[in-house]
């Protein structure tokens, strides 16, 4: 049977679970409203709205199964799904742990009820989920007639869990290249690693240290977007660039892309040479499973943290910042990585996008690349405060991709190289954010909502 994917955000994902596995030790249900993707050919499912089933009035004992929900409660839902353009999935839990399917009975009531709701929906999928404590299971109905089970749901925190229907033991042969880490992470991370999909949104100082680090790791699948070129004043912070390649403006992607080709030859590249606000651009990335922001603009800023809240994928955005006074003496010097999650951290609740510079970027090309920092003169910069960004963004992501520590609050850290202290900042987050908010216009609507990019 053909795929389907599914995302949802951390806290809805455990309100779901804890209102599943209750100390009773019995089955009980649930209704999620989802968004609609298309990956290629694969559906991705992102959860919108958790609607939890009320034992004995919304989930009764069945006619035919243990427990089954009421017609009204799915009615209620059925017709908002179809009114606000979402996905519906029916939930229940089994109590298994690590692997999980549909019973014949479960199969049977979806061959009974499905072909209405089908109708019901006016052109959206709807299905069901069944989870086990570490497993999911879908069967996904869609409007041609084809029926889709799940590759891979993955809970969306600081950490990052993914569930699937069985735990996978097919870990194949590792290269002797990944053996030291494979001692910290084991062949199951070094394979996690490998089938990873990452993109890197600005190829600049930063960005070539992010390639160089994910590259050696073992990262099996990069997009990568910089619509730049390499010049004279890049080769002191640009990982591998030569003075041919500021002479014969190399673009700046297509040095990453030799970059992770000397580390990683096996490794899938896919690069722009453009804007990441050009629309098919920005299509690339809502498969990626996570996301490096270390690009200057606004419109990248704008653009990534639309793709995190509608399309539930995590990110982190970068950057150093070096400020001195008339004098020329050195006030500030600091690196600084946000995290950016579904529904907090929005870098528009944190005023980290300037309407003013976002309205400038909007004009020529070459109005643009003279605001490339905010002022006519680019700022100072440093390979080794780019470093720190680097080194702390990629070992983030290393600990939560690979589970390798718990799930904790989200907070901004800001690196500063003159006192060496480390400054943890807790993101402002407004309720309201049309961006961020889970009632706004854009949390988990997928391919429902446009991204705020332009034609091309």
Not at 186 to 196: C, K, N, P, V, Y
Not at 250 to 268: D, E, F, M, Y
Request: glycine share 8%; with cysteine.
């Amino acid at each position: 049977m053909s795929k389907c994917r599914l995302h949802i955000a951390r806290s809805d994902y455990e309100l779901l679970w804890h209102h599943l596995y209750q100390e009773d030790r019995d089955e009980h249900g649930a209704i999620l409203l989802a968004g609609l993707s298309e990956l290629d050919t694969i559906p991705l499912l992102t959860v919108r709205e958790v609607h939890l089933a009320k034992d004995g009035i919304d989930y009764v004992a069945g006619k035919i199964g243990h427990r089954a929900l009421t017609p009204q409660f799915i009615h209620r839902l059925i017709t908002r799904a179809r009114d606000e353009r979402l996905v519906y999935l029916a939930v229940h839990n089994h109590g298994s742990d690590r692997q999980v399917g549909f019973s014949d009975i479960d199969l049977r009531s979806h061959e009974r009820g499905y072909p209405a709701l089908l109708q019901i929906a006016k052109g959206m999928p709807v299905g069901a989920l069944v989870l086990g404590q570490r497993a999911m299971q879908a069967d996904l109905w869609m409007p041609d007639g084809s029926r889709r089970e799940l590759d891979q749901a993955s809970v969306i925190g600081m950490k990052i869990d993914r569930l699937a229907p069985h735990l996978s033991r097919n870990l194949g042969s590792m290269d002797d290249q990944y053996d030291r880490q494979i001692r910290m992470f084991g062949r199951e991370g070094q394979q996690t690693l490998s089938r990873a999909h990452i993109a890197v949104v600005g190829l600049g100082g930063i960005g070539s240290l992010l390639v160089e680090y994910l590259a050696r790791l073992g990262v099996g699948h990069f997009t990568l977007v910089d619509d730049d070129a390499v010049e004279a004043s890049n080769l002191a912070r640009l990982i591998g660039a030569s003075q041919s390649d500021a002479e014969n403006r190399t673009p700046k992607v297509q040095l990453a892309r030799r970059l992770i080709q000397q580390a990683n030859p096996s490794a899938h590249i896919e690069h722009f040479n453009a804007d990441v606000a050009k629309a098919s651009v920005a299509d690339r990335l809502k498969g990626c499973d996570y996301i490096f922001l270390a690009a200057d603009s606004m419109r990248a800023r704008l653009v990534v943290n639309a793709l995190v809240h509608q399309y539930l994928i995590p990110a982190v955005q970068l950057g150093s910042k070096v400020r001195a006074d008339e004098q020329g003496q050195v006030i500030d010097a600091f690196s600084a990585i946000r995290p950016l999650r579904p529904g907090v951290g929005c870098l528009w609740c944190n005023q980290l996008i300037d309407p003013n510079l976002l309205a400038k970027e909007a004009k020529t090309d070459a109005e643009r690349k003279a605001q490339a920092y905010g002022v006519e003169e680019p700022n100072p910069s440093v390979i080794s405060l780019n470093a720190v960004s680097a080194g702390h963004a990629v070992n983030d992501f290393l600990m939560d991709y690979l589970g390798l520590r718990a799930d904790r609050p989200l907070h901004y850290q800001h690196i500063n190289a003159l006192t060496g202290k480390l400054q943890l900042v807790e993101p402002r987050h407004d309720v309201d954010c049309p961006e961020c908010s889970k009632g706004g216009m854009r949390f988990a609507r997928g391919d429902g909502a446009d991204l705020p990019c332009t034609e091309g």
